[in-house]
């Protein structure tokens, strides 16, 4: 019987070998794995209206399905608003789980942080047409630097602002002063009442994706049930001055009557504009982006450079002082978030 070819003498000088004797079985792990992914050429384009705990929440025209991300979007966020391709059951039963899996070009995203002096952001929404400032007059009070930290994130994103003033029974002479403090700014103001119709909001908001952002307490969760009936979002009174209970805890989309979408936030402490420049910040103050014209190459409008414009032109009596206050108190808080990280 012949040696098989593993079977040789270790004294046997007639046989040389080398690398190509060695057979080596493959390891799986070294396959080569395609990258190519489908392309999903029939995926269906809803809006995802909600999103909790993994699931997704999207309105396919009238039907309303639940869908999953597909694992090819990896840690590719998902947000409300987005527009999304989906593919599997699309029928809406009890049951089903449809996938997402691709995410369209996105606009108008707006982000959130912990707090002011914290750089880690995420987007809450996308592909939103207006803002949404609810404020109250009065229970919580009105807060001009969050109102202005907003206004700033709005035209950074290309998205126009509203600002909703709650409560006006309680305090009205309130919405002539906030007039008049943002009286150089192109803003819209709005005010509301308990029993008082809510028209003028309502053709502010039709046939646009609006979302609603303001601190616990100043009545956006009232709002959002007077516009859109049945949306049974929860509601419960200020617990003390400035501070409200977070009713809503999560953030979905609901239709309007008349056509439109309108978000609903949780109580937001603060805006992300980490990602904000100093020239982007001066868009929401085009009272002092004027006057900065005159500063010097490279100024970064703070009272330690000592020639700046802004100094210079608007003293302690000048109505636009509380402005500039309000203008260094977002540029101080986007250098210290620099600063931590």
Known sequence: MPKPEWDVDADDDDDEWDEDDVKVRASRRSRPRTKIRPKHANAVEGFVTAVDRGRYTCRLGETTVTAMKARELGKQSIVVGDRAGLVGDLTGAPGTLARIVRIEE??????RSADDENATERVVVANVDTLVVVASTVDPPLRYGFVDRCLVAAYDAGVHPVLCLTKNDLAPQMVEEVRAYYSQLDLTITATEPDAPLDELVGLLRDKENVFFGHSGVGKSTLVNRLVPG???????????????????????????????????PGVRSFGLAHVTADSILKAFPELAEVAEDCPRGCTHTPEIGDCALDAQIGPDDPRAGRLASFRRV???LHEADTKN
């Not at 400035?242 to 309007?256: Q, R």
């Open 106 to 111: 996105r606009h108008g995203e707006l982000r």
């Open 231 to 265: 949306a049974g979002r929860a509601v419960s009174e200020v617990r003390a001055i400035g501070k409200g209970s977070h009713t809503s805890t999560s953030t979905v989309s609901f239709e309007l009557p008349g056509g439109g979408w309108v978000i609903d936030t």
């Open 331 to 333: 540029l101080a808080s």
